[in-house]
Structure formats: structure tokens, C-alpha cells
């Protein structure tokens, strides 16, 4: 079932609250122009939320500063309904000096922390819009070498607001081997930067099925993706997603090919109401402690 994204197993995410309001889902997308956030969100959601670009004639103004953008889009699968908002930041890494980059994204996420404590003290507060910011996909460069120190700097401001995805961009570009060293890299350098990356939780009484799931995708961070809306033919004769190249194609929803699937599990099959909690109950709860004490309540 190619075009099934699997939000519709959002009541079953959910165990207690009610389902009938729909959700709301907030996810931002982080890193240099052309590394394919924009297709890889069309993936992940079955859906042309971003257009096919036009070209920018090369004389073109370009913006010196990192934008904000947000685009939202209703999506409905199985009388499940999403209210998906997806929070681009264009010109981010794109500078000759991309100091601060990180500053108008914190900002923005803070204000959208802003917004929703500004709703919690309203005296009906029946109607709260949950516009914060619930997961950050951040592309890393298919370098194969390790992280850059603007990965380093965005990381390490932005983990104690958002749930951090990292994901290793265009990860046809590298061979396997590449792949798994350039993982090995990577994580090294966020451990020893301390940098907290969103983990899947388990519990303790929780079944075997869903611990070994939890590890199956821990095991993958950070994810290597592919995006492609467009669908290829392969050898046995289906239609795939896929990118074709000479020596063959590489399948978007094949997990030999790549981790596209695992980020899907990781991002909406599974962990999308515990990415909504942690927001909540931790990464809100920390800033709106951490506002208050500044302002000497
Ligand atoms: P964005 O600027 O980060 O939003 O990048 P886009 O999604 O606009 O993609 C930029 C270019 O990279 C386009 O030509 C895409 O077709 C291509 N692209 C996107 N995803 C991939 C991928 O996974 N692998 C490869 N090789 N190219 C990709
Ligand atoms: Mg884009």
C-alpha cells in the first residue's frame, strides 16, 4: 500500500484522549538549500505540500537572512484527521557566514511556546491551538566526513526546545560502507557535544514486540533517507518510489535501500503522540519553568 503515510494508527498512539477534534502535528525542516527537505516531506506525507520549484534565474535576489516559513495542509486516512503543519527555514547554511543561523529558529519555536502559555491563561481554555514545534528533521550533508561546526552550534542550541531528528540527507550519494561509518562519526560527535537527540521511550512493562521495535529504530538514527515522488519501474515489474540510475534504483520504501521507512515509524507510524508529549510535558515544561524564574516569579 504505497500511498499509506500511517497516521490513521494515531488513536491507537493515543491511549486515553479523545481522537474525534483530529490532531495537530507541527514538524520543521533544517538544513542547507538542496538537500531535499522539501521532497523528502512530499514522502513522508504522500502529498505535494511543496510544488515542484521554479528556477531562480541565477541574477535573482536571494535573502541574507534565514527565513521562517510554514505551510499547513488537512490530510485524512481512514476517518482519521491530521492538521499537518510543516515549518521550513530557508537560507539556513547557506551563507558565507551562517553565524547565529540558529538564532531566528530558536526564536521561533520559543514564540510558538509563547503562544500556547499565552492560551493556557486564558480563562477558556477550551480551544487551545497547539501550534509548537513537535519534531525537527535536521539534514546532515552526504559528506561522508563527520558533523560540521554549524550542525554542532544549531544542535547543541536547539535540544533542550525541540525533539532533534537527525537525518543524513541524500543518502543515495554514499555507499553502504560510507553510510555506516559516516553514522559511527556522527553519533560520536553528538555524544561527546552532549548533544540529546530524540530517543524512542520505552517502558517498563512494555511488550517484547514493541522493545524490539524501539531498538530496530534506534538502531538507525541517524536515519539515511531518499526522497522521490516519482515512481520507477524495477526489474520484477512494479512501480516504485525511487531514484534511477544506471547501475539500477534505489527504493525509497525498501529498507535494504535506506532508512526512509524507519524515519516514517519513528516520525508518524509510531512515536507521533510521544513526540507531542515530550513536547509537552518536558521540552514546554522546562522553557515555561525556565520564563517564569527570568521573570522573578
Ligand atoms: P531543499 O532545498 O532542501 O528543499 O531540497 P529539494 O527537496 O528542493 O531538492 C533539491 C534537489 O535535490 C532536487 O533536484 C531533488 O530532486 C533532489 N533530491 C531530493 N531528495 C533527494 C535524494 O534523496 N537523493 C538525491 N540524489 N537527490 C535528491
Ligand atoms: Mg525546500
Given at each position: 500500500?504505497?500511498g499509506?503515510?500511517?497516521f490513521?494508527?494515531l488513536?491507537?498512539?493515543?491511549?486515553?484522549?479523545?481522537?474525534?477534534?483530529?490532531f495537530?502535528?507541527?514538524?520543521?525542516?533544517?538544513?542547507?538549500?538542496?538537500?531535499?527537505?522539501?521532497?523528502?516531506i512530499?514522502t513522508l506525507?504522500?502529498?505535494?505540500l511543496?510544488p515542484?520549484?521554479?528556477?531562480?534565474?541565477?541574477?535573482?535576489e536571494?535573502?541574507?537572512t534565514?527565513?521562517?516559513?510554514?505551510i499547513?495542509a488537512?490530510?485524512?486516512?481512514?476517518?482519521?484527521r491530521?492538521k499537518l503543519?510543516?515549518?521550513?527555514?530557508p537560507g539556513f547554511?547557506?551563507f558565507?557566514?551562517?553565524?547565529g543561523?540558529?538564532?531566528p529558529?530558536?526564536?521561533?519555536?520559543?514564540?510558538?511556546?509563547?503562544?500556547?502559555?499565552?492560551?493556557?491563561?486564558?480563562?477558556?481554555?477550551q480551544?487551545?491551538?497547539?501550534n509548537?514545534?513537535?519534531?525537527?528533521?535536521?539534514f546532515?550533508?552526504p559528506?561522508?566526513h563527520?558533523?560540521?561546526?554549524?550542525?554542532i552550534e544549531f544542535?547543541?542550541?536547539?535540544?533542550?526546545?525541540?525533539?532533534?531528528?537527525p537525518?543524513?540527507?541524500?543518502?543515495?550519494?554514499?555507499?553502504?560502507d560510507?553510510v555506516?561509518e559516516?553514522?559511527?562519526?556522527i553519533?560520536?560527535?553528538?555524544?561527546?557535544?552532549?548533544?540529546q537527540?530524540?530517543?524512542?521511550?520505552?517502558?517498563?512493562?512494555e511488550?517484547e514486540e514493541?522493545?524490539a521495535?524501539a531498538?530496530?529504530?534506534?538502531?538507525?538514527i541517524?536515519?539515511?533517507v531518499?526522497?522521490s515522488?516519482?515512481?520507477v519501474k524495477?526489474?520484477?515489474?512494479?512501480?516504485v518510489?525511487g531514484?534511477?540510475?544506471?547501475?539500477?534504483?534505489?527504493?525509497?520504501?525498501?529498507?535494504?535501500?535506506?532508512?526512509?521507512?524507519?524515519?516514517?515509524?519513528?516520525?508518524?507510524r509510531t512515536?507521533?503522540?510521544?513526540?507531542?508529549?515530550?513536547?509537552?510535558?518536558?521540552l514546554?515544561?522546562?522553557?515555561r519553568?525556565?520564563?517564569?524564574l527570568?521573570?522573578?516569579v
Open positions: 500500500l504505497m499509506y503515510v500511517g490513521a494508527s488513536p491507537n498512539q493515543v491511549r486515553t484522549k479523545s481522537v474525534r477534534k483530529g495537530q502535528f507541527t514538524a520543521m525542516v533544517v538544513g542547507e538549500s538542496g538537500l531535499g527537505k522539501s521532497t523528502l512530499n506525507f504522500n502529498t505535494q511543496y515542484p520549484k521554479e528556477q531562480l534565474p541565477p541574477s535573482a536571494r535573502p541574507q534565514v527565513a521562517i516559513e510554514s499547513s488537512d490530510i485524512e486516512e481512514n476517518g482519521v491530521l503543519t510543516v515549518v521550513d527555514t547554511g547557506d558565507v557566514n551562517n553565524d543561523s540558529w538564532k529558529i530558536v526564536e521561533n519555536i520559543e514564540s510558538r511556546f509563547d503562544s500556547y502559555l499565552e492560551q493556557e491563561n486564558r480563562v477558556n481554555r480551544k487551545i491551538i497547539d509548537r514545534v513537535h519534531a525537527c528533521l535536521y546532515i550533508q559528506t561522508g563527520s558533523l560540521k561546526q554549524i550542525d544542535m547543541r542550541q536547539l535540544h533542550t526546545r525541540v525533539n532533534l531528528i537525518v543524513i540527507a541524500k543518502a543515495d550519494t554514499l555507499t553502504d560510507e555506516v559516516f553514522k559511527a562519526r553519533l560520536a560527535d553528538i555524544a561527546h557535544h552532549q548533544i537527540i530524540f530517543q524512542a521511550p520505552t517502558y517498563e512493562n511488550d514493541s522493545l521495535e531498538e530496530e529504530i534506534a538502531s538507525k541517524p536515519f539515511a531518499v526522497g515522488n516519482q515512481l524495477i526489474p520484477d515489474g512494479r512501480d518510489r531514484r534511477a540510475y544506471p547501475w539500477g534504483v534505489v527504493e525509497v520504501d525498501n529498507e535494504d535501500h535506506c532508512d526512509f521507512v524507519k524515519l516514517r515509524q519513528m516520525l508518524v512515536y507521533m503522540e510521544e513526540l507531542r508529549e515530550y513536547t509537552n510535558d518536558v514546554y515544561e522546562n522553557w519553568t525556565d520564563k517564569l527570568s521573570m522573578g
